[in-house]
T-cell receptor, first 111, second 113 residues
Framework: AQSVTQLGSHVSVSEGALVLLRCNYS??????LFWYVQYPNQGLQLLLK??????LVKGINGFEAEFKKSETSFHLTKPSAHMSDAAEYFC?????????FGAGTRLTVKP | NAGVTQTPKFRVLKTGQSMTLLCAQD?????MYWYRQDPGMGLRLIHY???????AKGEVPDGYNVSRLKKQNFLLGLESAAPSQTSVYFC????????????FGPGTRLTVT
């Protein structure tokens, strides 16, 4: 069965610093990959998705992720963190309507 | 458009009680899902539906039942609640043509004492 591993349950960065949230997947077939963001007491919001087109995917709020098949990774990055980026981020893999989520990474942004 | 809505937002149950969570979507989506979210475990799929009148088990279906009598609604039932079902429950929906793109509701926080 496919699965997702997010390295680091908590990541803390300073405002203006690079954000890097790591995600590795295991899948026997080419997957669909997603990053979702969850703000406190809210549902999940889609940030971006990879669907086998371009390997570098741009999403909302300045985030992007790169699909690297050789590393089975789909890391999320943002060049400059903003205070409003503080939230929990989930990586997910979907094959044949079976969506599996990672455990989540909580991002803290320090002023 | 309201998107995906869930009722209630919060609920406290005693062990053995029953309840039904309601999910409604106004996007005419064919697919609907129920997840539970627990600390350190991400979201896990309980049940899903690919159309009116059809449901299927997900990763953690035990202790839950679902029904999809109308396209826009997806009900999640707990017949005899247990403390292990204390969680935050999320409903999601997606279209058949873009089934991988799921839209989530705001969640229901359930506590079973």
């Amino acid at each position: 069965a496919q699965s997702v591993t997010q390295l680091g349950s908590h990541v803390s960065v300073s405002e203006g610093a690079l954000v890097l949230l790591r995600c590795n997947y295991s899948s026997s077939v080419p997957p669909y990959l997603f990053w979702y963001v969850q703000y406190p007491n809210q549902g999940l919001q889609l940030l971006l998705k990879y669907t086998s087109a371009a390997t570098l995917v741009k999403g909302i709020n300045g985030f992007e992720a790169e699909f690297k098949k050789s590393e089975t990774s789909f890391h999320l990055t943002k060049p400059s963190a903003h205070m409003s980026d503080a939230a929990e981020y989930f990586c997910a893999v979907n094959y044949n309507n079976d969506m599996r989520f990672g455990a989540g990474t909580r991002l803290t942004v320090k002023p | 458009n309201a998107g995906v809505t869930q009722t209630p937002k919060f609920r406290v149950l005693k062990t053995g009680q029953s309840m039904t969570l309601l999910c409604a979507q106004d996007m005419n989506h064919e697919y609907m899902y129920w997840y539970r979210q627990d600390p350190g475990m991400g979201l896990r799929l309980i049940h899903y539906s690919v159309g009116e009148g059809t449901t299927a088990k997900g990763e953690v279906p035990d202790g839950y039942n679902v029904s999809r009598l109308k396209k826009q609604n997806f009900l999640l039932g707990l017949e005899s609640a247990a403390p292990s079902q204390t969680s935050v429950y999320f409903c999601a929906s997606s279209s058949r043509t873009r089934q991988n793109e799921q839209y989530f509701g705001p969640g229901t926080r359930l506590t079973v004492t």
